[in-house]
Structure formats: structure tokens, C-alpha cells
């Protein structure tokens, strides 16, 4: 998948999402806005993740925002152990 194929992903998956706290709403419509303005997507979901986690440590995430949240955090093993193996050698 092409890089701007998954920031198209990522954006739509982002819009898709409607919190009802103001906070939520704020980090995920400047993520939608650095998208936009052509940020790398692993830049803005480094971001992304690190401000969900504030508010996921105050337990102060909704439910549709903590279901994204935790679907970042989750490993994806053919991409990270890929990852990892070609920097042993």
C-alpha cells in the first residue's frame, strides 16, 4: 500500500470517528488538519497516540475514541517483527 493511500486511510478512519468531549474532538481534528497539509502519517499517528494517551491515563476517553486508541497500540507483528529483523543485520 502506497504512502498516500494510507493517509487517505487514516484520514477517513479519523473523520469517521465523533466523539462528544471537546478534547477528543480538538486531537483528532488537528490530526485531520496535518493530514491535510501533507504530514507524514507516522508522524501525525506518533502524535496522535501520544495524546490519546493522556487522556486514556485520566480515563477520560470515550468509548468510540478508546476503541482507535487501542487499535493503534496494538502490535502489528508482520510489520514491526519485518521491521526489526532487517535492523539485527
Not at 491515563?57 to 502490535?75: A, N, Q, V
Amino acid at each position: 500500500m502506497k504512502s498516500s493511500d494510507k493517509k487517505q486511510n487514516l484520514q477517513r478512519k479519523l473523520e469517521s470517528i465523533r466523539p462528544n468531549k471537546a478534547d477528543e474532538k480538538q486531537i483528532l481534528n488537528l490530526a485531520v488538519s496535518r493530514l491535510k497539509k501533507g504530514a507524514r502519517d507516522q508522524v501525525v499517528l506518533k502524535d496522535l497516540k501520544q495524546q490519546l494517551r493522556k487522556l486514556a491515563l485520566e480515563k477520560k476517553l470515550s468509548k468510540e475514541t478508546l476503541d482507535l486508541f487501542t487499535e493503534m497500540e496494538r502490535p502489528n507483528f508482520s510489520k514491526d517483527l519485518a521491521t526489526s529483523s532487517t535492523t539485527w543485520f
